[in-house]
Structure formats: structure tokens, C-alpha cells
């Protein structure tokens, strides 16, 4: 396969783009994640035990700020990415995911891996997500107590949303009983 300078370039950008998105959930970093989404910005996760559903980038930003909050310390790797320039200002993407969630208020540890598979638009000459869904491959829950584990650095905790400025994120997420 021959790639054009200007798709390796595209390739590379859409790479700092997704790295950017785990690490601006992983920190909380609202400002950076503004400018990662598209206005119409499409997401689908199915998780082991939920599945969440949301279209726009406000309702993607909300979801991303409540669920990733002070009480949680969170890790995301995204691995073998998969990007396929198909147009001058569009390329889709699959990706590997690692993480770790853990929710300190509720007692959850998570550990997981998922296929992100991703389109992406260039917009003012910038690359942004404009779909993101992923199937998880692996996810395991255990409560965190029954870990033995003990967290000593939380960034969460500082740049995450406190309890009393969450909202309700629940009509985004839908549970398996």
C-alpha cells in the first residue's frame, strides 16, 4: 500500500487526536475535549453491563464530565490504530482500548478492552471525531475494596466535577439488570 505526504500527515493528526481524547478523559481536561468533537459528534458505547447512546457534541461533553468525576480515577490506552484516509477531509479508524475505571463513591473497579472503530472530518482544516462506538471485548468488575488496592494519585479528584455540580447523565446510559 502507497500513501500520499499529505495522508501519512492525516494519519498522524487523526493519531494526536484520539490520544488527545483518552487523555483529556483521563484528566478531566474539559477544554482540551471541547475541540476534540464535531457539532453533530455520534457515540455509542456497549459496555458489558450498559450501553450508552448520545448524539451532539454539549450531550457528549456532559456525559464525559459526569462520568469521569472526582470520585473516579480512570486509564485510557488506545493501541494498533487502524486509520484509513478516505476522502480530503474524511478517514475512519479502529482502535484497541485498554482501560481501567475505577468509581471510589461506588465501590467499582473496572478493567476492559474494546474495538473503538471511529469516523473522523477535518473541519477549518482540523481533524475531530465525528463517531466513535465501541464493543467491549473484555470487562471485568470486581469491587474495588476486594482488591486490596489503594489510590495515591487521583487527578480526578482536583480537576474532576465535584458531587454538587454533576447532573443527571442517567437518560444517556441504559443498564443490563
Known sequence: MTFSLQQLSDIEEIKVLKHRYFRGIDTGDAALLSNLFTED?????????????????????????????????????????????????????????????????????????????????REGGVWKIEATWYDRVIEVLTKFSATGGQVSVQ???????????????????????
Open 41 to 121: 459528534v455520534a457515540v455509542t458505547y456497549n459496555g458489558g453491563t450498559y450501553k450508552v447512546s448520545l448524539s451532539g457534541r454539549a450531550a457528549m461533553l456532559e456525559f464525559l464530565a459526569n462520568a469521569f468525576h472526582s470520585g473516579a480515577a480512570a486509564m485510557h490506552i488506545g493501541l494498533m490504530p487502524e486509520i484509513t484516509v478516505t476522502g480530503d477531509n474524511s478517514a475512519t479508524g479502529i482502535w484497541t482500548l485498554q482501560d481501567v475505571f475505577i468509581d471510589l463513591e461506588k465501590d467499582a473497579h473496572t478493567f476492559g478492552t474494546a474495538i473503538y472503530t471511529d469516523r473522523y472530518r
Open 155 to 177: 487527578r480526578l479528584a482536583t480537576t474532576g466535577r465535584k458531587p454538587h455540580e454533576r447532573t443527571d447523565i442517567s437518560h444517556l446510559i441504559h443498564w443490563d439488570q
